[in-house]
């Protein structure tokens, strides 16, 4: 069963990785770059800061640190522990157009930060506005399609880390909103 699976992710993974063509691979390259959405990040910090003050904003700052440290940490204990080699590693007729090759992929660091981060930020930012959590998933999912397009990650790597990713996102959502009903408002 486990066989099949991985043998149906690898077809899957060969067919959307080869979708991709020289024209476009700038610009996928751009947005699977860990720095390219920091502006993203500033203005959803902004946003929190307008709708929820200051002292809000110190705290959010806090959880989304832990939240990240947590989700690529579990990553990596996944990574050690599953230890599958990412496709770039083995797989001849794929296009890789990464920067490099990690050793290995099981789950997607990228896909679990970039959902962890939509869903905390789109859920604070819900009451304020309906559309956020929307753009913030389509935007996560974009990133996360990217790890596929450049050839460092399968199907699988991207919908688990993904998964974790909004589990995560939720729960540190849910810390925040504790943190702030404990200290924040009186």
Known sequence: ??????KYDTELFLYLNNLGTESWDWLWLIITDKLTFIPLYGLLLFLLYKKYGLKSLLVFVIVVALMITFTDQITNVFKRGFERPRPCRV??????????????????GHSSNSMAA????GLLLR?????????????SAVVAY???????HYPTDIFCGLTFGAISGFIFYKLSKFLLKRYVTT
């Open 127 to 139: 009451p304020y506005y309906k559309n956020a959590i929307f753009i913030l998933l389509f935007w």
């Open 91 to 108: 797989l001849d007729q794929m296009r890789f157009i990464a920067v490099r090759c990690g050793k290995y992929g099981f789950f997607s």
């Open 118 to 121: 939509a869903v905390f930020a």
């Open 146 to 152: 990217s790890r596929i397009y450049v050839g460092v």
């Open 1 to 6: 069963m486990l066989e099949e699976i991985l």
